[in-house]
């Protein structure tokens, strides 16, 4: 079990200036309080990269690994870590010497998810979904050039999957990322059709440019989007898109099983029922 280091440390950033003296004129650009400021800017830039870094490291990371990944001096990681562990970003496992994200990180996600209505809104509709399909319903959101799982339901079985929420995944080679490249905006989808890093991610992934482009307009033409064993061996899904006012996809909602539960045909046969269930989750959630 993490828990928060007690070790005190510098703070990472200068203390906030003293306020003026009457009459006295604000730093002009380029001065040297300007210089703090941006400093101060800058420190607070790489204290969130750090913690992006840990987010990619479920089993948490020393300062030195985070040091070389964030290309940061050793120095300035080991402070801005230990700020971030007396603030509850972070925590500190004294055993490994290694750091994961904190609690704190995990109420403010909750917050997001909440507003969003990702959790209280959206949980009844994917356990509904689940109920009928004893498999796993997975609810998506596009973050830039890759999916967000924002949540997901378990089905009954013992394998599960393993996109829970906060999980970023690849758009070329899931379903749930097909349907939001094949939903988006006329310049969006173009944007990422022309730019997307096609990586192989298994034997079966589509690499080839117009390939994955045929395959987006097979997604705009049959409605849902399928994944068999593109993005990871042994798992196919199926996923249509939730729509928003303006008839562009601003989440998507996936069925996903292990390829000795369900063959494709099946799959495909869910598609009404999460039809059904992303035409209410259009109608309850806040639209983005």
């Not at 925590?91 to 997001?112: A, C």
């Not at 298994?202 to 395959?215: C, G, L, P, Y």
């Not at 593109?230 to 996903?256: C, I, K």
Request: proline share 6%; no cysteine.
């Amino acid at each position: 079990m993490s828990v928060n280091q007690d070790t005190e440390l510098p703070e990472a950033a200068a203390a906030p200036p003293a306020p003026a003296a009457k009459g006295a004129k604000a730093p002009r650009s380029g001065s040297k309080g300007g210089s703090k400021e941006d400093s101060r800017t800058d420190m607070v830039g790489k204290a969130l990269g750090l913690l992006v870094l840990l987010g990619d490291e479920p089993r948490g990371a020393s300062a030195a690994e985070l040091s070389r990944r964030a290309e940061l001096p050793f120095s300035t990681t080991y402070r801005l870590l230990g700020s971030l562990t007396r603030d509850g970003f972070v925590d500190y496992e004294p055993d490994g010497r290694r750091y994961h994200l904190g609690l704190r990180i995990f109420q403010l996600g909750q917050r997001v998810s909440n507003h969003h209505g990702f959790a209280g809104t959206a949980l009844p509709i994917l356990r509904r979904v689940t109920e009928e399909t004893g498999e796993a319903t997975i609810l998506s959101v596009r973050d830039g050039n890759h999916h967000l799982t924002v949540n997901k339901v378990d089905g009954p079985q013992t394998f599960r999957v393993t996109s829970d929420p906060g999980h970023l995944g690849a758009l070329y080679t899931t379903s749930v990322g097909k349907a939001l490249v094949a939903f988006a905006d006329d310049a969006t989808r173009s944007r990422l059709v022309d730019e997307l890093e096609l990586e192989p991610l298994t034997e079966f992934s589509i690499t080839d440019r117009e390939a994955f482009r045929a395959e987006i307009e097979l997604v705009r033409q049959r409605g849902f989007a399928v994944m068999d064993q593109e993005n990871e061996l042994g798992m196919r899904a199926v996923a249509v898109p939730v729509f928003n006012a303006q008839g562009t996809a601003f989440a998507s909602l996936a069925t996903a099983v292990p390829v000795f539960r369900m063959s494709v045909e099946a799959l495909v046969a869910l598609v009404p029922l999460l039809q059904s269930a992303a035409a209410e989750l259009a109608a309850r959630l806040p639209q983005q």
